[in-house]
């Protein structure tokens, strides 16, 4: 499972969860539309514990 957090202002921890998905094309669609709509945001994609990406 894949899942997407926005994080902090602070960018010291998980804000809110913006999605999740069981496909990796899905979550990385929900991460671009969140690192779009969130520029100065972190942004974290995770495959259960494991960062995939992350903007900061």
Do not use: C, N
């Not at 969860?17 to 994609?45: D, M, N, Q």
Request: proline content about 4%; glycine content about 6%; hydrophobic content about 50%.
């Amino acid at each position: 499972m894949f899942t997407v957090q926005l994080w902090d202002l602070a960018r010291l921890k998980p804000e809110r969860t913006i999605g999740r998905a069981a496909s990796l094309e899905v979550a990385s669609a929900i991460y671009a539309a969140a690192v779009l709509a969130h520029p100065h945001r972190r942004v974290v994609l995770l495959r259960g514990a494991e960062v995939m990406k992350s903007t900061g």
